[in-house]
């Protein structure tokens, strides 16, 4: 995968899109920090999360740029959004989260919202880069209130 974003930086560079090279070399750079971080090569999933992160922390921003009125910032944070989930594997649809919710909830025998943590530590290791964890625990809270 890191070969992948590192060919794609190459792209960008000689077709000159300066704002996919730009979100790149900052993924690469949040890459890297996270190998100096762990002292140890990236695997898959280490960059997924990292590419996560990324995501989060750009809806975070488009929240603060919102407030501030600043639509200049909340376009270029939502490019590099848009470039940043190209990486990630395909995402559960509404669907397969809610089935695989309601799995989870049978294996665990949860009843009520008080066991929303019990359903969530078995769940969200399935869904990892498939879903976004804001939007599992909706679906999770929303089953469980039934």
């Known amino acids: ?3 992948q974003i590192q060919a794609d930086m190459k792209q960008a560079l000689k077709a000159g899109e300066k ?7 900052m993924l690469l750079a949040a890459l890297q920090n996270e190998s100096i971080e762990k002292r140890a090569e990236l695997t ?3 960059i997924l999360t990292v590419i996560q992160r990324e995501i989060k922390q750009r809806k975070n921003s488009i ?3 919102k407030k501030g009125n600043r639509n200049d910032l909340i376009q270029e944070s939502e490019l590099e959004i848009n470039i940043l989930t190209d990486y990630l594997p395909q995402q ?3 669907e397969e989260l809610e089935t695989l919710t309601k799995q989870i909830i049978a294996e665990t025998n949860a009843g009520s919202v008080k066991e929303l ?6 769940l969200m290791p399935l869904v990892k880069g498939k879903a976004d964890g804001t939007r ?11």
Not at 19 to 25: E, K, P, Y
């Open 1 to 3: 995968m890191l070969k």
């Open 19 to 25: 704002q996919q090279l730009s979100t790149l070399r």
């Open 44 to 46: 898959d999933e280490d």
């Open 63 to 65: 929240i603060e740029f």
């Open 92 to 94: 559960l649809s509404d």
């Open 117 to 122: 943590g019990q359903v969530m530590s078995k």
């Open 136 to 146: 599992v625990q909706a679906v999770a809270k929303k089953l469980l209130e039934r």
